[in-house]
């Protein structure tokens, strides 16, 4: 059976925890390929909220093995809290698997993103201060220290001693704080080893094995599209490939066994943290979308920028990532409004762009060119099908599908779980 690949087509947080859960009882693993505890997933099962923050959201699905891949970095503490997290509200965790070769974040990134980000000032990126980024530097860097470091503390040793030694330098003479001893960060790791060592497997191996099999392999990226170093708003982005193509490296799992690739879309488009952002709303009608659609980060509390839906965006997304399907979400939020602008092309100095302009400047310089659609007053959270979705609905959903690159094989009217029309089943071979 090929595995399936959930991506992001905005800037985050569109949905794609919910994409998973939905699937979550047809899939027999689902796997995080990148990112850390600093973009999370808000899931709601039978009007019940999980906010997962490290964890992928097939735990949720009671059969489902979820495993953190080989392209994650992950903070140990924050991992064991969420598991005890859930345990209190009955989920099972026992389930959940780690790659031997994800990386680590150490207390020490932390404080190196955060006077990072302090010294920068005015040039601040916007990160949440987890220490992603710079364990993304270590692990590019070759300083980085993986799980399977934490069962020799020798190599742990030697590997934190390595990374400690230009990080104090720069803490002590830069950034006037304290050098960081390595005995404290060896014993911080040592002290999760026990508990960590029964869920650490080689997932590359487990994970193909389970496609030789037969299983159904699902990879949920976290961030987005356009948090992606390469193919993102750089420097506005995160610091691995949240895109298709990452998900492949952060997995394990070779480009030839994917099969499905699923873009998560907004009805509107939402980002948090410094950037370009062109259709951005800061107005009453910002504050309107914020507050209905609930756009407040699930790790940070931070509320979100908001504006209207992007289709140049989308298409890009749909070419990057060669996607097969959109999950289109949060069509709800835009219940009762009069009209409805998509933004269909850019204005760069006078000169019409239909697709991303190739420059950063340019990008920078891009305002919106607008179609408007007539909206809807209708309830449609009880929708299963098109045709129960209200005639404007209808056609504002068709009309995003053709402007988008990719056809909707999805739609969520609701944040519960079952409050998703299917248009085109998400498993299986890609049918016409």
Not at 317 to 331: C, E, H, I, M, P
Request: glycine share 12%; aromatic share 8%; net charge negative.
């Amino acid at each position: 059976m090929p595995a399936i690949v959930i991506v992001g087509a905005q800037w985050g947080d569109e949905g794609k925890g919910k994409a998973t859960d939905l699937l979550g009882g047809r899939v027999d693993y689902v796997v995080k390929p990148n990112g850390g505890n600093n973009a999370g997933h808000t899931v709601v099962v039978g009007g019940e909220k999980y906010e997962l923050k490290l964890i992928p959201a097939g735990i949720l699905a009671p059969t489902t093995i979820p495993i953190l891949g080989n392209g994650c970095v992950i903070n140990l503490e924050a991992l064991f809290e969420e598991m005890d997290a859930l345990e209190a509200r009955g989920a099972d965790t026992s389930r959940l698997r780690v790659s031997a070769n994800a990386h680590l974040v150490a207390p020490f990134h932390q404080t190196m993103d955060k006077v990072t980000e302090r010294f920068l000032g005015k040039r601040a990126i916007g990160t949440t201060g987890r220490g992603i980024g710079p364990a993304y530097m270590d692990k590019v860097g070759r300083l980085g220290v993986r799980v399977q470091d934490i069962f020799d503390e020798s190599i742990l040793r030697q590997k934190v001693e390595g990374s400690l030694r230009q990080k104090n330098e720069l803490l002590v003479k830069i950034y006037n704080r304290r050098a960081i001893e390595a005995d404290e960060i060896v014993e911080y790791f040592l002290g999760f080893a026990d508990r960590l060592r029964p869920l650490v497997i080689d997932s590359e191996l487990v994970l193909n094995k389970a496609l030789d099999e037969d299983k159904v392999v699902l990879m949920e990226g976290g961030q987005a599209t356009f948090l992606d170093v390469d193919h993102g708003t750089y420097p506005f982005v995160t610091s691995s490939n949240p895109t298709a193509g990452g998900a492949s490296v952060g997995s394990g799992i070779g480009p030839t066994r994917i099969q499905r690739s699923i873009g998560i879309i907004k009805a509107y488009t939402t980002r948090v943290g410094a950037g370009p952002f062109p259709t951005e709303l800061f107005d009453e009608m910002g504050d309107r979308l914020r507050e209905s659609g609930g756009e407040y980060g699930v790790n940070t509390g931070r509320p979100r920028r908001t504006g209207w839906y992007d289709s140049v965006l989308a298409r890009y997304a749909s070419r990057v990532n060669g996607f097969t399907d959109y999950f289109l979400t949060k069509l709800d939020v835009l219940t009762g409004l009069e009209k409805i602008p998509v933004c269909v092309a850019y204005d760069v100095d006078g000169v019409r762009h239909d697709e991303v302009p190739m420059t950063q400047s340019d990008f920078h310089h891009a305002k919106p060119i607008f179609e408007y659609f007539d909206g809807w007053t209708e309830d449609i959270t009880d929708a299963k099908t098109l045709e129960d979705l209200p005639e404007n609905a209808r056609k504002y959903v068709l009309a995003l599908q053709d402007l988008s690159g990719c056809r909707f094989s999805a739609i969520g009217v609701g944040p519960d779980r079952d409050q998703t029309i299917v248009v085109h089943d998400l498993i299986g071979p890609v049918a016409d």
